[in-house]
């Protein structure tokens, strides 16, 4: 079992910057795969990023904040982080972390893949 708690989110203005953090329970924390995804109002949750378990060492975006988004994690401190440059209003929406014991960069993408999520934190980007 796996208990998830995001923070870092809230309200700036386009051009800003954030850092979603993603805080894990137990002690296994490196053997999951996590992903962030986010859902704004009367759209479904969408897929943000990604990053494989232990090491890290493959990273995965998609099209919309790549070269902005960057996910890293430190698995002594049981967190993953997402570190948002650029904001644009379009970025606005609730971001979710999520854990996986799955692998693979299309099985990572997909949210129904994912056992364990967090409750959200809100972003906000003002025009």
């Known amino acids: 079992q796996v208990q998830l708690v995001e923070s870092g989110g809230g309200l700036v203005q386009a051009g800003d910057s954030l850092r979603l953090s993603c805080a894990a329970s137990g002690r296994t924390f490196s053997s999951y795969a996590m992903g962030w995804f986010r859902q704004a109002p009367g759209k479904e949750r969408e897929f943000v990023s990604s990053?494989?378990?232990?090491?890290?060492?493959?990273?995965s975006y998609a099209d919309s904040v790549k070269g902005r988004f960057t996910i890293s994690r430190d698995n002594a401190k049981n967190t993953v982080y997402l570190q948002m440059n650029s904001l644009k209003p379009e970025d606005t929406a609730v971001y979710y972390c999520?854990?996986?014991?799955?692998?693979?960069?299309?099985?990572?993408?997909?949210?129904?893949?994912?056992?364990?999520w967090g409750q959200g934190t809100q972003v906000t980007v003002s025009s």
């Open positions: 990053i494989t378990r232990w090491s890290g060492s493959s990273r």
């Open positions: 999520a854990a996986t014991v799955k692998s693979g960069v299309w099985v990572l993408s997909r949210a129904r893949e994912y056992d364990y």
